[in-house]
């Protein structure tokens, strides 16, 4: 496009072209649905500690509550969940899929040692959040000559 004899330069139109060049390049080399495939996604995490806990939530958007597996095993907490797919009986025409769906996965090494037995969950709006309290360690011990 040219203005009184000035070429104008759209960097955002100039753009989006060369996302639908790129998106329309994968369509032809990738299939739109890979159902066989099962990904493995690693959920965002934030670990933080108060006076008495680590705090620890995970973003787990779409997955059910049963599908979710917790453990915590030597100052570090492992999480597994299953999102699965929603699937409808009608045939559609998939023109992009973007959403993930298949097995999420993050063990998460805790700052300081922790006490299993005390560990709590809940699980809301698709974040899941974990407490666990911190073991009553002595930090200072007096010790008698023999």
């Known amino acids: ?30 299939p739109v649905r890979r159902e066989a495939q099962v990904e493995t996604l690693i959920p965002p995490v934030e670990v933080y500690e108060t006076d008495k806990e680590v705090v620890v939530k995970v973003d787990l958007p779409g ?34 899929a973007e959403r993930f769906y298949g097995v999420i996965e993050r063990v998460i090494p805790l700052p300081v040692e922790v006490d299993p037995e005390g560990a709590k969950a809940e699980y809301k709006d698709g974040v899941l959040e974990i407490r666990i309290p911190k073991a009553q360690v002595e930090k200072e011990k007096k010790i008698k000559l023999a």
């Open 1 to 30: 496009m040219e203005r009184r004899g000035m070429l104008v330069w759209r960097p955002f139109e100039e753009l989006e072209r060369i996302r639908r060049d790129f998106d329309r390049l994968l369509e032809e080399f990738l």
């Open 63 to 96: 997955v059910k509550k049963e599908d979710v597996d917790i453990t915590v095993k030597e100052n570090a907490i492992s999480i597994k969940a299953e999102r699965k797919e929603e699937k409808e009986e009608k045939t559609e025409n998939v023109y992009r």
